[in-house]
């Protein structure tokens, strides 16, 4: 009997094998199975009769084994599929998920700048003093720019030709305040705005001047330069909220507006008495 149920082992695993490998073999490896160990059986000394019935009961167990082999295999593949399908969800939706972000940070830096000057706008301007405002408490100045009778200049050169003006103007006022590790934007029309510190706001209206002067861009309907020139007006004091940039808008603004009645191209500065600059 030893043998009997030795051959019996090895074809089921033999069975098994080629049925996980190949499902069309079955009905091959069945038939190769049990005449297999019907020869077996032949062969013994026991009855006849016997050695059918204990043939067919090895057969069926082999099937039997086959069959739940086939299940197991089968339960092992679709895990392993519905696995792969998990993980290629997860990595497309990692993969929305980063567009999403990278498109979000695009339409936020987009509604923050100004798209004609290429430099922040009003709420680029109002989101960047936020975060400073939080993150130090210390003097700063507020400078507001205003080009010299821009409204004649459109008027004689048409807005495409302004345009252009401001357009460079903006890059001259990005280039300066940089050096100063200052912040500019454009408020609205021919307005822009600078946020430094005290120590840097003199430095900083100098040299902008210097540069506007030095793009030499023809005015002719300009009553204080042939060429174009800008106005600044400025507050310097201690901030601690949000809230206080109306009060040194209007304080600057102030300054801005006594710089264009005692004759423009030049700059005023209000600083508060808890000021060191």
């Not at 004091?237 to 600057?252: C, H, M, N, P």
Request: hydrophobic content about 45%; aromatic content about 12%.
């Amino acid at each position: 009997m030893f043998n009997h149920y030795l051959m019996f082992v090895i074809i089921y695993f033999l069975c098994c094998t080629l049925f996980i490998m190949h499902f069309h073999y079955f009905i091959i490896v069945s038939i190769v199975s049990f005449s297999v160990v019907m020869q077996s059986l032949m062969g013994m000394n026991s009855d006849y009769v016997e050695k059918v019935n204990d043939g067919i009961f090895l057969v069926n167990t082999l099937l039997i084994g086959i069959a739940i082999q086939y299940f197991i295999s089968s339960a092992q593949r679709r895990i392993i599929e519905q696995d792969m399908q998990l993980k290629e969800s997860v990595a497309k939706a990692e993969n929305l998920t980063s567009e999403l972000l990278k498109a979000n940070e695009l339409l936020m830096k987009r509604a923050s700048y100004d798209h004609l000057t290429m430099i922040p706008n009003r709420t680029g301007f109002y989101t960047y003093a936020t975060e400073y405002i939080k993150e130090r408490c210390q003097p700063l100045t507020l400078l507001m720019m205003d080009v010299d009778y821009f409204k004649q200049y459109n008027d004689f050169y048409n807005h495409v030709q302004g345009d252009h003006v401001l357009y460079e103007l903006a890059q001259i006022i990005e280039r300066v305040v940089a050096t100063y590790d200052g912040y500019a934007a454009r408020w609205g029309g021919e307005e822009f705005l600078i946020m430094t510190t005290p120590m840097h706001a003199e430095n900083i209206c100098c040299d902008i001047q210097q540069e506007v002067a030095k793009a030499a861009i023809v005015h002719e309907r300009s009553q204080v330069n042939p060429y174009v020139t800008v106005s600044i007006g400025g507050y310097s004091g201690f901030i601690t909220s949000v809230e206080q940039l109306d009060d040194f808008y209007k304080r600057a603004d102030v300054m801005l507006y006594e710089v264009k009645q005692h004759g423009r191209n030049h700059y005023r500065i209000e600083k508060a008495v808890t000021v060191n600059a």
